[in-house]
């Protein structure tokens, strides 16, 4: 059965602190791996992977995949308030499913 | 707003009682999906759609659910003699895939089903 972990569960910084979320993946038929943020409603997407070894970048967000480890990283520099959400993991295979993960729940403090 | 529209936001009902739910996606968009979310949990997938054929569901759906996507346009999502088990977020969302590689899925708002 495909499956999506994310490490941590849940996370407290501070303002300017950076993090990295983790998600790692046993997904049969691998097409791509999606990163989303959930604040109050609906997960807004924030990057689609689909290549080892590629960062993606956007503001102080970027993310990598690696496909030989089954694993990707999502980074947050210099975090603000604003960033405080949950962080979603999903894996797309070729049955053109979404499998998500239980999510990475962040708090930043000011 | 041309995002995915998702009707009513919230919905309080007894057990037993029968609900639906309505799903409009992004008007190009070709795939439809549907999630169940608890509290804790990322979402859980349901069942999608490529236009109007429902391509896949997942175990969880149970006979009691059906969801039905007429003329590929709007989705709706139905759910009879609910259980307490069935309160949830229900999401819907869409995407375009035009056979090069599914474009990212963009979420509906919700709804807040609450069984009493």
């Known amino acids: 059965e495909d499956k999506v972990v994310q490490s941590p569960l849940s996370l407290v910084v501070h303002e300017g602190d950076t993090v990295t979320l983790n998600c790692s993946y046993e997904?049969?038929?691998?097409?791509?791996l999606l990163w989303y943020k959930q604040e109050k409603k609906a997960p807004t997407f924030l990057f689609m992977l689909t290549s080892s070894g590629i960062e993606k970048k956007s503001g102080r967000l970027s993310s990598i995949l690696d496909k030989k480890e089954l694993s990707s990283i999502l980074n947050i520099t210099a975090t603000q308030t604003g960033d405080s959400a949950i962080y979603l993991c999903?894996?797309?295979?070729?049955?053109?499913?979404?499998?998500f993960g239980p999510g990475t729940r962040l708090s930043v403090l000011p | 707003d041309t995002g995915v529209s998702q009707d009513p936001r919230h919905k309080i009902t007894k057990r037993g009682q029968n609900v639906t739910f309505r799903c409009d996606p992004i008007s190009e968009h070709n795939r439809l999906y549907w999630y169940r979310q608890t509290l804790g949990q990322g979402p859980e997938f349901l069942t999608y759609f490529q236009n109007e054929a429902q391509l896949e569901k997942s175990r969880l759906l149970s006979d009691r659910f059906s969801a039905e996507r007429p003329k590929g346009s709007f989705s709706t999502l139905e759910i009879q003699r609910t259980e307490q088990g069935d309160s949830a977020m229900y999401l819907c969302?869409?995407?375009?895939?035009?056979?090069?590689?599914?474009?990212?899925?963009?979420f509906g708002d919700g709804t807040r089903l609450s069984i009493l």
């Open positions: 999903a894996v797309e295979n070729y049955g053109q499913n979404f499998v």
């Open positions: 997904v049969t038929n691998f097409r791509s």
């Open positions: 969302a869409s995407s375009l895939d035009r056979g090069l590689g599914n474009q990212p899925q963009h």
